[in-house]
Every structure is written in C-alpha cells, then in structure tokens.
C-alpha cells in the first residue's frame, strides 16, 4: 500500500493530531529496496509489514438486526489473519437473527478456516462475568449489559484483551462493499506501523459518502460529521489559541486503536462514542487537565485520519436517525470540562437551528463508563473462561 506520510501534524499536550492521509496504492507491489528519498513524501507498506499488523489485530463488527448478505459481505472483506470479533445485538424472539447471524459466520469460517468469535451482548453469562471482576459500568438495571453500539464495542475490546491481541477495529455491519471493509483494515494497519507512541488511534474517512438520488451523487461530508467535526475543533483552538481544521474525523464509526489506549480510555454510550474517545484524550493527554496516564503522556497519543479509496456506502437509516446522531456526540463536546462558553454557544447554536433542542435546552451528558484498565481483568478472564469456546466460529470442529 502507498500513502502520503503525515506532513502536517497538530500538537496539543501529548497528542499528536496527524492531518488527513491519503491512500494513493491500494496495492504497492512487491517489497523491494527504495530508491533514496522515496519514502519522505509517501510511505510505501509491504504487505508482510501490513500482515504483521493484521495478525495482531481484532475486527469487531457491531451488529443489530443487518441484512445477512450485507454482513456476510463485511465478513469476507477482513484480511483472512485479522481475528473476527461480531457483538450482535439482534433479536432473538420470534425469528432468531442472532442464530442466522451465528449460522452464516460458522459457514463461512468453515470454508475459509479462519478465526472468528460471535456473541450476543445479552448474554447472561458475559454480564456475571463483569459483575464478577467488579466493573458494572456497561449494565443496565436488568444486570445485562445495556443496548447501544457503544457498549457492544467495549464488551468485543474485552474479547480482544482476552485474545491477546495488540489491536482492535471497528467496522459497521452495513457496508455495502466488501473491498472497502478490506481497504479499511489495510488503512488500520498502515497507520500503526507509522506510529511512533504505543498509544495509537486511526480514524478512516472517506473520500465520498455516496447518495443515492437521482443517479448517484458523490457526496464528500454528511451533515452530522460537518458540524461535530467543527465543534470539536473549536474546543481545541480555545485551548491552543489557534484556529483549527484538523479534525476532520469526529464521527468515524471505522476507526481501530492499540490495545494499550483502548484500555485506558473511558467511553461513552450510543452514538457519543466516537467524538467521546477524541475529547477524553484531549482531556486525559491535552495538558490542560492532569495527564490521564503516565506512559501514554510521555510517549504520547497519536492520532491518523486517513482517507480511503473506496466510497462508503451503507444503509441509510432515515433523517430521525441524523438527530439521534448528532445530539449525543456534541452533548460529549459540551460536557467536557475543557468545553468554553465559545464552543458551548456553537453547539446550542447548531441543535436549535436544526430544531433538535428548544430554546434553555442543554443536550444530555453522555453516560461514561470507567477505562477497561480499572477492571480485573485476570477474575473476568476466569470467570469467562468456560464460555469462550462457545463463543468460537470453528467450534463444533475442534
Ligand atoms: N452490537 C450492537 N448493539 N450493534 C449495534 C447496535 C447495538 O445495540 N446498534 C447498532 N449496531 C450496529 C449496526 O448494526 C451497524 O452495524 C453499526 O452498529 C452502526 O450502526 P448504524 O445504526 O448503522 O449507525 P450509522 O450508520 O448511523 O452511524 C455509523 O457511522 C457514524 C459515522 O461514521 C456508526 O458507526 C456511528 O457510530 C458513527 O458515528
Ligand atoms: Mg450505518
């Protein structure tokens, strides 16, 4: 793969903010000696660099209720060394989705025999489990773990911890296209084996969100990712005193980051999640509140945004579903104790004009659960230990 290498980089405290990077090879061609100066502008990744990237590396795929051939599609996007992680949410009264869900990654798995995991986020089970290591923070008041995307990502990251992995993705069940799902993961890899701080995070964008109207117009920014993206700079040029345009991936639902940051991050439920990860490194590493994490703030926290080839296509959910969006994610941006007045007038200003709150209405905080690391990981390891095969696609083989 070739892709540009960060030529402009956004400091605030310990987090390196890299401008967005695009891909220009999807496939670079074989590994052979640079030409001197080749690798300053753009890097060139071998593909057995991008495979030892991919071995460590877990793709979740949250999934509620998707059509099976989009998420059978997905499936087969993921480079074969990734370890498959689904957190499915689906129904499973009257017809089971879940079981169909289950049924189709088995199948798959058989014939490509390759590693994946699926489980249901109710599951009883995995909640005693947390229970049992002492963090509550994901359940809800029937001691399951709640609805939400968000939550089914962090209980897939403890599934990744257990797994031993380095790294951990994300990727929508309802992409359309399989060679995006690929490059996606490519781009996850390529951003790590550029990062110089074990505490990585790379955020995809996409070069266009196509909609489908009258014939097919390629649209580059959705509404949503426009306004949180602004307000999220606003909040970090009130602090640097220099105006900023740097964040141009507020919203990324595709995004992976090393372990070693997934676990000392706190998150936040439903959509905030993504803009929520942003704000609380700029809280934990900014500089402006005490540093989170001694090692992250010495080695740093790195960001990449890197913008993809393929256009991003998925199921369009409606404009109500734009509102539901929106709200949580700026609600993160105005709850954060590094949030001024500016910024706060920014975002009332935005949801009255989109008519989601009234005038005196403030947006809901975000309900945050604590970092994976305050966890006891060893008592949630053995309490899901007698689970974890029935959580393997290969299973019934073994
Ligand atoms: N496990 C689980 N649990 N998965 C869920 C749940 C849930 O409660 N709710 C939704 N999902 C799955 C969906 O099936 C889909 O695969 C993925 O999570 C994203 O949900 P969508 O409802 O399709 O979200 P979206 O397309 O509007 O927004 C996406 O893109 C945004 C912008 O990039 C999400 O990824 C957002 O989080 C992201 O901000
Ligand atoms: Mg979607």
């Given at each position: 793969?070739?892709?540009?290498?960060?030529?402009?980089?956004?400091?605030?405290?310990?987090?390196?903010?890299?401008?967005?990077?695009?891909?220009?090879?999807?496939?670079?061609?074989?590994?052979?000696?640079?030409l001197?100066?080749?690798?300053?502008?753009?890097?060139?990744?071998?593909?057995?660099?991008?495979?030892s990237?991919?071995e460590?590396?877990?793709?979740?795929?949250?999934?509620?209720?998707?059509?099976?051939k989009?998420?059978?599609?997905v499936?087969?996007g993921?480079?074969?060394?990734?370890?498959?992680?689904?957190?499915?949410?689906?129904?499973?009264?009257?017809?089971?989705?879940?079981?169909?869900?289950?049924?189709?990654?088995?199948?798959?798995?058989?014939?490509?025999?390759?590693?994946?995991?699926?489980?249901?986020?109710?599951?009883p089970?995995?909640?005693q489990?947390?229970?049992?290591?002492?963090?509550?923070?994901?359940?809800?008041?029937?001691?399951l773990?709640?609805d939400?995307?968000?939550?089914?990502?962090?209980?897939?990251?403890?599934?990744?911890?257990?797994?031993?992995?380095e790294?951990?993705?994300?990727?929508?069940?309802?992409?359309?296209?399989p060679?995006?799902?690929?490059?996606?993961?490519?781009c996850?890899?390529?951003?790590?084996?550029?990062?110089?701080?074990?505490?990585?995070?790379?955020?995809?964008?996409?070069?266009?969100?196509?909609?489908?109207?009258v014939?097919?117009?390629?649209?580059?920014?959705?509404?949503?990712?426009?306004i949180?993206?602004?307000?999220?700079?606003?909040l970090?040029?009130?602090?640097?005193?220099?105006?900023?345009?740097?964040?141009?991936?507020?919203?990324?639902g595709?995004?992976a980051?090393?372990l070693?940051?997934?676990?000392?991050?706190?998150?936040?439920?439903?959509?905030?999640?993504?803009?929520?990860?942003?704000?609380?490194?700029?809280?934990g590493?900014?500089?402006?509140l005490?540093?989170?994490?001694?090692?992250?703030?010495?080695?740093?926290?790195e960001?990449?945004?890197?913008?993809?080839?393929?256009?991003?296509?998925?199921?369009?959910k409606?404009?109500?579903?734009?509102?539901?969006?929106l709200?949580?994610?700026?609600?993160?941006?105005?709850?954060?104790p590094?949030?001024?007045?500016?910024?706060?007038?920014?975002?009332?200003?935005?949801?009255?004009?989109?008519?989601i709150i009234k005038?005196?209405?403030?947006?809901?905080?975000?309900?945050v659960?604590?970092?994976?690391?305050?966890?006891?990981?060893?008592?949630?390891?053995k309490?899901?230990?007698?689970?974890?095969?029935s959580?393997?696609?290969?299973?019934?083989?073994?």
């Open positions: 793969m070739r892709i540009e290498s960060p030529r402009y980089t956004e400091r605030f405290g310990s987090v390196r903010i890299n401008d967005v990077q695009q891909v220009l090879e999807l496939d670079s061609g074989r590994a052979k000696e640079l001197p100066h080749e690798n300053i502008a753009v890097q060139k990744i071998d593909e057995d660099i991008l495979k990237f991919e460590k590396m877990a793709i979740v795929i949250p999934i509620k209720d998707e059509k099976l989009l998420f059978e599609g499936v087969s993921v480079p074969h060394d990734c370890l498959i992680i689904v957190v499915s949410n689906s129904q499973k009264k009257g017809i089971d989705r879940f079981r169909m869900e289950r049924d189709t990654l088995n199948q798959y798995c058989h014939f490509t025999r390759r590693e994946a995991m699926i489980f249901h986020q109710k599951d089970a995995l909640a489990s947390l229970l049992e290591s002492g963090y509550t923070d994901l359940l809800g008041e029937d001691e773990i709640g939400g995307k968000a939550e089914g990502m962090v209980a897939a990251m403890l599934m990744a911890m257990l797994a031993k992995k790294y951990v993705g994300f990727v929508d069940a309802d992409n359309y296209f060679g995006a799902v690929w490059e996606y993961v490519r996850f890899a390529s951003g790590f084996s550029m990062a110089k701080s074990s505490y990585a995070m790379v955020r995809i964008l996409w070069r266009y969100k196509p909609k489908i109207s014939g097919m117009y390629f649209r580059k920014w959705g509404r949503v990712s426009e949180t993206n602004r307000c999220m700079n606003s970090i040029s009130s602090k640097t005193g220099f105006e900023t345009e740097i964040i141009k991936t507020g919203n990324a595709e995004h980051m090393s070693k940051l997934a676990e000392i991050l706190p998150y936040a439920s439903s959509y905030a999640v993504e803009p929520q990860e942003l704000v609380s490194i700029f809280e590493f900014g500089g402006v005490p540093m989170a994490h001694p090692n992250a703030a010495k080695d740093g926290v960001i990449f945004q890197i913008e993809t080839r393929n256009p991003h296509l998925h199921e369009e409606g404009g109500q579903h734009l509102e539901g969006m709200l949580p994610g700026l609600g993160a941006i105005y709850h954060s590094l949030c001024e007045v500016e910024t706060k007038q920014m975002i009332l200003g935005e949801l009255r004009q989109q008519g005038p005196r209405e403030r947006p809901p905080k975000p309900h659960s604590a970092p994976l690391r305050k966890m006891n990981l060893k008592k949630f390891s309490a899901m230990e007698e689970y974890m095969e959580y393997s696609a290969l299973r019934e083989e073994r």
